[in-house]
């Protein structure tokens, strides 16, 4: 592994942390974004995860124009956990925010973000999370859906767990929403699976019992691109790789706290993303038409069972849960028909 040296040795704010494979031809519109508010207390780190294409050449290019803000490293194939892992080994900022290569910020709102995680910074306590909005950028849609948290959170006010009110139905702060303080994450050990995709879930769901304060940013500032060819939420690639999706359950459900060790409002919103996941799995599982896939839908259920009866009661009792949970044909052909009309209407992937 290669790593340029650090530009800088005064306090940070924030880093970045662009895991990077083969994105030679999104990694401008990714970087431009970023690199839109420069200051003296802001880094962004590519991680340069073993491409064969012009990666490391582009955040070169960009380095000689930023070169007390960027950094590159460049390490043999590890994948998209790998590289986060290396990103946030590398951190020096108060906080990180994880960007995939082929998304971006809005330039507007990172000012705004900055300015208010610099003023987080000097405080005594400052807070553990910040949650924004997110932007579904589908190739070949004018009307971009937007997901928020005001129905959730009030804006602008720090909160504990128990000030959340519930969260809707498929209703989730997924890696794009967030903004964690570095510390958080090393005091959880959070470390992602290598060479597994969707680690994504892990990420935004393993550190949260070390998550004591939010503070909610009303702003736009995410901007997912879904829709490019190839990309892994795809619904024929996520159904390839159903069993990632297995591993991913896995560890999420090893995560999860039992009831009354953690605030009752983080609970409660863990079962509810835990159970949002299970039933994403469960989709994919239905959507292959693989009856070996169908005997793996009932194991992740006993699997859950087995590590913990409460929890897995607690999942169960949610609608979704219940939905997905449909017996024999008619159910599965239920679930195929309702996915069709929610990501025709959504825009998913």
Known sequence: ?????????????????????NMAQHLPTCLDSLLSREGD????????????????????????????TLRLISQTNKGHGGAVNTGLAA??????????????????????????????????????????????????RKHKR??????????????????LRRFGLAQYMIMHALILRTEVLRQAHTRLPEHTYYVDFIYSYQPLPWVHTLLYLDTNFYRYHTGRQGQSVQTSIMIARVSQLLLVN????????DPGTVPRGLYRYMIHYLSINCV??????ILSRKPSNYRNKDMLWRRLEHRSPVIASDVRSTLLCRIINMPGRPGRLAIRLGYKVADAAMGFN
Not at 41 to 64: F, K, M, P
Request: hydrophobic share 40%; net charge negative.
């Open 146 to 163: 937007v997901i928020n948290f005001r129905s959730v959170m009030d804006p602008g006010r720090v909160l504990g767990w128990n000030h």
């Open 280 to 285: 994403v799995t469960s989709v994919f599982l």
């Open 250 to 257: 896995g560890l999420m459900a090893d995560s999860t706290p």
């Open 1 to 21: 592994m290669t790593a340029d040296r650090p530009a800088s040795t005064s306090p940070l704010v924030l880093t970045f942390i662009v895991p990077a494979y």
């Open 41 to 68: 207390d802001l880094e962004v780190i590519v991680v340069d995860d073993g491409s064969t294409d012009d990666t490391a050449q582009v955040v070169r290019s960009y380095r000689e124009r930023h070169p007390h």
């Open 91 to 140: 951190a020096r900022g108060r906080y990180v925010k994880v960007v995939d290569a082929d998304d971006w910020v809005d330039p507007t709102s990172l000012g705004l973000v900055l300015d208010q995680l610099r003023d987080q910074s000097r405080r005594t306590n400052p807070v553990d999370m910040v949650v924004t909005n997110y932007v579904y950028e589908k190739e070949g």
